[in-house]
């Protein structure tokens, strides 16, 4: 079983800037993609960022230039560093990862979530 906890959340006014952590633990051979998703009330999940095993990164429209993902692989973490947050940033964040057990099966699991509030 792997597990990932994620922390870091919280009320921050807008254009404020929070950094959210998410670990990964269990049997864990290799974490290949890490993410962050998210979901506000009443609106679908969507992509905030990934990240590869390699540092490749991609980001949603609505983010770009003001998030940053990265990665510790050595601890099997990733971050967000959410800068210039906005109203429209509230939502419940979602950690992501896919990778191969020591059985070598593959995985894929999410965390718990974490609750981004922003306003003033």
């Known amino acids: 079983q792997v597990q990932l906890v994620e922390s870091g959340g919280g009320l921050v006014q807008p254009g404020g800037s929070l950094r959210l952590s998410c670990a990964a633990s269990?049997?864990?051979?290799?974490?290949?993609?890490m993410g962050w998703y998210r979901q506000a009330p009443g609106k679908q999940r969507e992509l905030v960022a990934t990240?590869?095993?390699?540092?490749?990164?991609s980001y949603g429209d609505s983010v770009k230039g003001r998030f940053t993902i990265s990665r510790e692989n050595a601890k099997n973490t990733v971050y967000l560093q959410m800068n210039g947050l906005k109203p429209e940033d509230t939502a419940v964040y979602y950690c992501n990862a896919e990778g191969y057990s020591k059985y070598y099966t593959k995985f894929g699991t999410w965390g718990q979530g974490t609750q981004v509030t922003v306003s003033s």
């Open positions: 269990g049997i864990i051979f290799t974490i290949d993609a």
């Open positions: 990240i590869s095993s390699g540092g490749s990164t």
